[in-house]
């Protein structure tokens, strides 16, 4: 059953350093929706952080649980949903947020997804080799991915998050109105 549109949830795809989970719980405050980080939800259910599972667990594993994790959240209502930047390389899971809810792909260039990372220790890929060379190869791959299901693109790259906000708000809340719209055509054929 496909909810209807102007209830759906908002979900943030992009890569890390574009500001998901801080435009996220702006976001979810403006629209009055709940927030939550799929990474910080899988950190919660295991009682671990990421870095641990990548380190005792491996990519893999942590893909399992993080399309577990997605296939759950994407069942609720009234949502605003910060993905990891890989969840998309799951085609189970593009088609969940796809469907379910409105998909907002922040994305920023790759000096400000550089400064915006140098200074946490929870970002595994990054770990693995030099991180503009890392951050290249993760953009190459998943940016294809994130343009596929995205209802909305918005650049964060030197944006304060308030701005990034009512930009997403605006497309929103016209989305929502011009679903109800359809919907209630349809009704009264």
């Known amino acids: 059953m496909t909810r209807a549109s102007h209830e759906r949830n ?3 795809v992009g890569p890390m350093g574009a500001g998901k989970t801080a435009v996220g719980r702006q976001l ?26 990548f380190e005792k667990e491996g990519e893999a ?18 949502l605003v949903l910060a993905t990891g930047g890989g969840a998309v390389l799951d085609a189970d899971n593009r ?3 796809a469907t379910t809810g409105f998909v907002v792909y922040l994305k920023a260039s790759l000096e400000q997804q550089l400064e915006r990372t140098q200074q946490t ?15 290249e190869r993760l953009n190459e791959i998943r940016v294809p991915l994130y343009l596929e299901i995205a209802d909305l693109t918005v650049d964060t ?14 497309a929103v809340r ?16």
């Open 121 to 135: 220790r929870n970002r595994p890929l990054l770990l693995n080799g030099e991180p503009r060379h890392v951050l």
């Open 174 to 189: 016209k989305a929502r109105k011009e679903a109800a719209s359809h919907e209630q055509e349809a009704q009264e054929r």
């Open 157 to 170: 790259t030197n944006r304060r998050v308030r701005n990034v906000v009512a930009g997403i708000v605006h």
């Open 61 to 78: 594993r942590f893909r399992e649980r993080e399309k577990e994790v997605i296939a759950d959240l994407t069942q609720r209502t009234g």
């Open 95 to 97: 088609q969940r947020l």
């Open 28 to 53: 979810a405050k403006d629209l009055k929706l709940d927030f939550l980080d799929s990474d910080a939800e899988i950190e919660r259910r295991t009682g671990v952080d990421i870095p641990y599972i």
């Open 10 to 12: 908002v979900y943030l």
